[in-house]
């Protein structure tokens, strides 16, 4: 029994799938037969429909032609066309419009008109198809009238509405704002090469084209006169690179009384020049800086006015008292670190983000070394620089030296000042004692005299010093005109030991 229903099934599939594939077959047979029906309706349609006309989808130069007869899209070129002219679109929004009667424009459509319509309905064409064509008419006009119209006009000449800019390279420039070197991009500006604009307007006018846009660079790439240099240009990268790690840092100078001094990225920049992979540095602009720097905090030289012993105020010009800094050393100090090499990693962090931090990491701080120092700072009056309880007083008028200790005199005694001619007389200023020396040779071009109690006031070999030589019995205030010294301060010898005792190193001294 299971052996026939086993049977009976087989024969029973069997039976079944040899009439399904039977009808599946038969289906797709009528659904391609009637494609093919469609398909062959639709060539034959097409081709006849078509036989003397433009297919669907079809313009030449920019005009619609589609379905007309080869008479008829003739007579539409010939219509578009009829009083000719050209727009052409520069950049700016330079505008030019070429008028077909100004150089005498002639247009006629060639054989190849006919011969382009063979073509199209030699090849199979469907409904979806675009056909733009492009062709070439029989055209004349006058070259020269075409050269100078061309040549004359604002797109070429310029005009002052419409200014001719030329094109400017990338290039890297600090930013104040960013406080970084950044890259600033290419001007293409929009200087014509007038060949060029010649050469694409013979090919819009024989192809009889309405409308010519030039500022498409894909299609006219050397119409316009280039930037030499772009803002993707590897060279212009290695300059960006090379002058910020140049010029980001920060050179501080702690000046006292909370005032500082520094130079930074924004002056470094005015500094520094990118060529050929190298920075160069302007050596005559830093020391330039320096100086002024110097000169910012020098007091040496200023007129002071000092509270004179009768409490009378005088005015002291020159002299070398007060404060200078070391120009030759801090130059050196400066140019040091300006070319010192600063960690990348800490550059590249100030650039993304030039926080405090930061600007931390970039700063170089330098010593202030001074050639010459005074008593105190006073940076909302510089010439407040020394100790005004405290000082020396010489009044060459009154031939008097003033120790003045606390606000008072202290001290006075007598004094012969140098001879009042050339090379003798005593120097006037701001001055600041030096040295004292218990013996020293006094020398000259005529003398070699040994004193004791020597005190330098000058460099150039002023100072206090006993003068046993002197008729200070018969002293007066005008001895010095006629027995005056070679410049120094004459005293008597036990006045002299007063001043040796009394007087301070560095301490200021007013010769008046």
Known sequence: MKARNKTAETLETKKTSGKKPSKVFTALGITLAAAVLIVAGVIFYQKAHYKNRWYKNTSINGV?????????????????????????????NGRLTIDG?????????????????????????????????????????????????????????????YPIVKPQ????????????????????????????????????????QTNLDITDDKKYPELYKNPKIKSDDAELQTALSLSNSAALRY???????????????????????????????????????????????????????????????????????????DYEKTLAQAKKAIKVDIDKE??????????????KALTIKRKVIYANTAFRKDYKNFINDWDPENYIEISIKEQKVYVIRNGKVAFSCRCITGLPV???????GAFFIK????????????????????????WTGTGFHPATWQPWSRWTKDLYKTRGSHGCINLAVADAARIYKMSKYREATFIH
């Open 64 to 92: 619609d032609v589609s379905g007309q007869t080869l008479e008829k899209s003739k007579e539409k070129l010939l219509q578009v066309h009829d009083g000719y002219a050209l727009a052409i679109k520069g950049r700016d």
């Open 101 to 161: 009667d100004a150089i005498d424009y002639q247009f006629d459509i060639n054989s190849d008109f006919e011969k382009l319509f063979k073509e199209q309905h030699n090849k199979f064409h469907l409904f979806t198809s675009k056909n733009n064509y492009t062709l070439e008419y029989s055209v004349s006009y006058d070259g020269t009238k075409l050269s100078e119209l061309v040549n004359e006009s604002d797109l070429v000449a310029g005009s002052d509405s």
């Open 169 to 208: 390279s990338a290039s890297v420039s600090y930013d104040e704002t960013k406080q970084q070197y950044v890259c600033v991009d290419e001007v293409p500006g929009n200087k014509i090469i007038p060949d060029a604009l010649l050469d694409a307007i013979t090919d819009a006018l024989t192809k009889a």
């Open 251 to 325: 050179i501080v100078w702690n000046m006292g009384e909370g005032v500082k001094e520094q130079i930074t990225p924004a002056e470094i920049s005015q500094w520094i020049t990118y060529k050929n992979g190298r920075i160069k540095y302007d050596n005559d602009a830093i020391a330039d800086w320096v100086e002024n720097f110097c000169l910012k905090y020098k007091t040496v030289g200023k007129t002071r006015t000092i509270k004179s012993h009768n409490k009378k105020p005088v005015k002291i010009y020159g002299g070398d008292y007060g404060w200078q800094l």
């Open 346 to 359: 800490a550059t590249e962090n100030y650039i993304n983000n030039p926080n405090n931090e930061n600007r």
């Open 422 to 428: 050339e090379g003798r007389s005593t120097p006037t």
């Open 435 to 458: 040295e004292h020396r218990e013996a020293y040779t006094l020398t000259g071009a005529d003398y070699s005299t040994p004193v004791t109690n020597w005190v330098r006031i000058t």
